[in-house]
């Protein structure tokens, strides 16, 4: 199988080429249909995206499996040892609304462990990458999560209903709230320091966490479901039970305070 400097290499180039796509549809209102099903939005820009690098990744490696938010899931990346779980927009929402912080999120699972991620704003033309053997970066650049300990006091991106009581059967901490639409971009920011932590309690999509993930914990932060399981993808339900994203201590004060 390819070595990872190539795999990381791949998805790199591949999601700087997703770049100019989106942007030719960004703040031009952009075709958008709704998914149904509490799905969400999406639009004309997710789909072309999408159509790039599926066509980009899968001739480079037709043996790895496939699933992307804007493709019909089937069985077969279930038996792929190596798979591309993409979202080719992330933040759709903030897309739409023209907001500058959505991003490209591209990674490879290996036997259900991410092995090399980018995520990729063009907006901001601001790179993250990883592989599972080598340093986060941020345009080339090395980037570390805080040395945070505690969770009173600690910036966290979250959304308001994650700060609910019965989120916290040992007590709500004190946390410095922020937000920012795309999943993979507040993964990101924790990997770079900017905010100590990242949470989220509902069912996780892979595609939205599956790059920024791999990327925080190559920063030196902890990644784990919304209880502190380790995470796992290419799972036949690609959900995962919400997320948490710290730095050790801060990550251990989080779970503890869950119950």
Known sequence: MPGLDTDLGLLVDAARAAGPIAMQHFRRNPQVWDKGGDAGPVTAADLAVNDMLATRLQAARPDYGWLSEETPDGTDRLRARRVFIIDPI????????????????????????????????????????????????????????????????????????NMAAGHWPAGVPTLDRAFRPSLAYRLCLVAQGRYDSMLAFRPTWEWDIAAGALIAERAGAVASDGKGAALKFNEADPRTAGIIVAPRGLHADLIARRG
């Open 90 to 161: 992330d933040g759709t929402r903030a897309f739409i609304d023209g907001q500058d912080s959505f991003a490209h999120s591209l990674a490879i699972a290996e036997d259900g462990v991410i092995i090399a991620a980018a995520v990729y704003l063009p907006a901001k033309d601001r790179m993250y990458s990883a592989h599972a053997q080598g340093p986060a970066l941020c345009n080339g650049k090395l980037i570390a999560a805080s040395a945070a300990i505690e969770a009173n006091n600690a910036s966290v991106l979250t959304s308001k209903p």
